[in-house]
């Protein structure tokens, strides 16, 4: 079992950034993914950032430019930066984990206003 748990969400105006931090606990070393999703209010959860366990990186559209993801192996930690923010990144950011099977956090709120 692998267990995720983010922190790092709040208020930001537009243009200002945040970091979402994702610490994983448990049996780690089968993950090969790991990423973001974000749920926006009244939307589906989309995909944001994912990296592999060979750092190689990948972006959802919206995002290129602006987020940068990143992982800490000593702290088991993947890191979402994410800057110039917009009021449409707005929505519950959701660590992820791919392993034999698919685990999730609990879910980190972000308000970006205009």
């Known amino acids: 079992q692998v267990q995720l748990v983010e922190s790092g969400g709040g208020l930001a105006q537009a243009g200002e950034s945040l970091r979402l931090s994702c610490v994983a606990s448990g049996s780690i070393f089968g993950l090969y993914v790991m990423g973001w999703y974000r749920q926006a209010p009244g939307k589906e959860r989309e995909w944001v950032a994912r990296?592999?366990?060979?750092?190689?990186?990948n972006y959802v559209d919206s995002v290129k430019g602006r987020f940068t993801i990143s992982r800490n192996n000593a702290k088991n930690t993947v890191y979402l930066q994410m800057n110039s923010l917009k009021p449409e990144d707005t929505g519950v950011y959701y660590c992820h984990a791919v392993g034999s099977v698919v685990y999730w956090g609990q879910g980190t709120q972000v308000t970006v206003s205009s």
């Open positions: 990296i592999t366990r060979g750092d190689t990186t």
